[in-house]
């Protein structure tokens, strides 16, 4: 596959934006939204409603889950875009084994703005509480392949078209390459 994204995760610490930049990829690029937050089992989201981080192997059966789920659909002949935190390159390689040629937006946010996003946010289960963990455990993706950071701050109309299009010129190096199956990704933007 070479440098061809065949799907995307969105990632970042909790109040980075990871939903609302992956809902409007997913409907820019006419791909399908898989929300990582849902796939959480009731043990982890007990935890961390308690304030207590995740640990690895709480993330484990999660990560491959969410992998399970992105191969399913990139075999129903749609392009995935997952958001997940992802804050561990394990993780991040964890995904890519079970979706080889998969893209990251790492979406880059401060301790400060993430722990205010957090604090104004209603009904989730993730307190700002927990925030100085996700930072600790965070590995920021900088020097991987397909990845691509962009400045959390920036308005949500700048971001998902600024995604879709780097999503769609790496299917454009492929020789030959239209558009990404399963989406209409090459008429997006």
Known sequence: MGDTIAALVV???????????????????????????????????????????????????????LGEEMARTLADGAAPVLTC??????????????????????LDLT???????????????????????????LERPSAEALTLTLDATLPLSEMAPRVVEWWRASAERRAGARHIPGSTLSQAV
Do not use: T
Request: glycine share 10%.
């Open 111 to 137: 301790r400060e703005m993430a722990a205010h996003r957090v604090a104004e946010r209603p009904g989730h289960f993730m307190p700002a509480s927990l925030i100085d963990s996700q930072f600790a455990a």
């Open 11 to 65: 990632m970042g610490v909790s109040g980075c934006g990871k939903s609302s930049v992956g809902a409007a990829v997913a409907e820019l690029a006419g791909a399908r939204l898989i929300e990582g937050d849902s796939f959480h089992p009731a043990s982890n989201i007990a935890k961390m409603s308690a304030g207590i981080p995740l640990d690895d192997d709480d993330r484990a059966g999660w990560l491959a889950r």
């Open 85 to 106: 935190s992802a804050l561990k390159l394990k993780y991040r390689d964890a995904l890519r084994a079970a979706v080889p040629g998969l893209g990251f937006v790492f």
